[in-house]
């Protein structure tokens, strides 16, 4: 069973970092694709940044020059070093990766880290 476990979330305040990790564990031939995504309260689930196998990296243009999206293939792991934080970062951010677990391709989320910024 394929599971991906967030960490690194909390309370900061306005202009403080904090950085997210998500590890992929169980039966995995290949990660694909890695994203972090974040809802807060009310809206839609929103895709924040991702990577691919090569390290092509891809932004929303709200986090643009403030978070840093990276990778560990050994350890399956996909990191978000967020700097600068706003209170309109707070929300659940969630990690989503593409694994090949044996012969599938499947689409995974991680159940979400709480980051809340105060001002």
């Known amino acids: 069973q394929v599971q991906l476990v967030e960490s690194g979330g909390g309370l900061v305040q306005a202009g403080e970092s904090l950085r997210l990790s998500c590890a992929a564990s169980?039966?995995?031939?290949?990660?694909?694709?890695m994203a972090w995504y974040r809802q807060a309260p009310g809206k839609q689930r929103d895709l924040v940044a991702a990577?691919?196998?090569?390290?092509?990296?891809n932004y929303a243009d709200s986090v643009k020059g403030r978070f840093t999206i990276s990778r560990d293939n050994a350890k399956n792991t996909v990191y978000l070093q967020m700097n600068s934080l706003k209170p309109e970062d707070t929300a659940v951010y969630y990690c989503?990766?593409?694994?090949?677990?044996?012969?599938?391709?499947?689409?995974?989320w991680g159940r979400g880290t709480q980051v809340t910024v105060s001002s």
């Open positions: 169980g039966r995995i031939t290949g990660i694909g694709t």
């Open positions: 990577i691919t196998s090569g390290r092509t990296t």
């Open positions: 989503n990766a593409g694994i090949i677990s044996t012969s599938d391709l499947r689409n995974y």
